[in-house]
DNA sequence: GTCAAGGTAAGACTTGAATCTTACCTTTGG
DNA sequence: CCAAAGGTAAGATTCAAGTCTTACCTTGAC
């Protein structure tokens, strides 16, 4: 988990999108990739969601239907401590 | 001052060493493009210390034979608690 | 069994970021 | 005055990132 490589993830607006609606869900939360309606085509979230996974941001589980992310909260506050609250409590820039 | 351009500037490795060290230096620290040793070009440089002061990281103070950087740490720690010291504590790859 | 929904894979396309070279400006120091 | 040092500007180049389309796979529901 290297700090380049998670800020450069979340350096893009739908990737901190992503992250941030996880961070203010409840710890645990899965959602589906689908789930938030970013305005991209599947393959292009397929992209963002590998480069949130790679970075270490987030787990996929697998639900057989679908793929839910899960936000790897605690592991991210303890490695980046406050990172977190910054992406979630960012205003969104519409 | 916004998270995304933030996240952006920091994101590049060199920038986040000039950032890192101003950050460990004693604040109000004035240092030289020049002098942080950067393996690029000149112009490289200016492009570089360009992105980091639109990025409001850093302010350039004219020292009319050259420019110096300075970090804005008040204004950053105010906005993004937390972040510099991220930057400034992460072990350098090389 | 069939079909729709959710994801993935591969490939092409496009745009932006990082880099360099060259040329120029400004200031300090002989 | 002249030269060197530190930056900037403009333009070309190169490469990665984000995007799409198409095709395919898997699971769950009918």
Chains 1, 2 share one sequence.
Request: proline share 6%.
């Amino acid at each position: 988990m290297e700090l380049g490589e998670v800020l450069a993830a979340l350096a893009d607006p739908l990737r901190r999108q992503v992250i941030a609606a996880l961070a203010r869900a409840p710890a645990g939360t899965e959602r589906t990739c689908a789930s938030f309606g970013l305005p991209v085509s599947k393959a292009s979230l397929t992209h963002h969601f590998r480069v949130l996974r790679f970075a270490g941001l987030i787990r996929q589980v697998d639900r057989g239907n679908s793929r839910a992310a899960v936000l790897r909260g605690d592991d991210i506050e303890a490695r980046f401590p406050g990172l977190l609250s910054l992406v979630a409590n960012d205003p969104a820039k519409p």
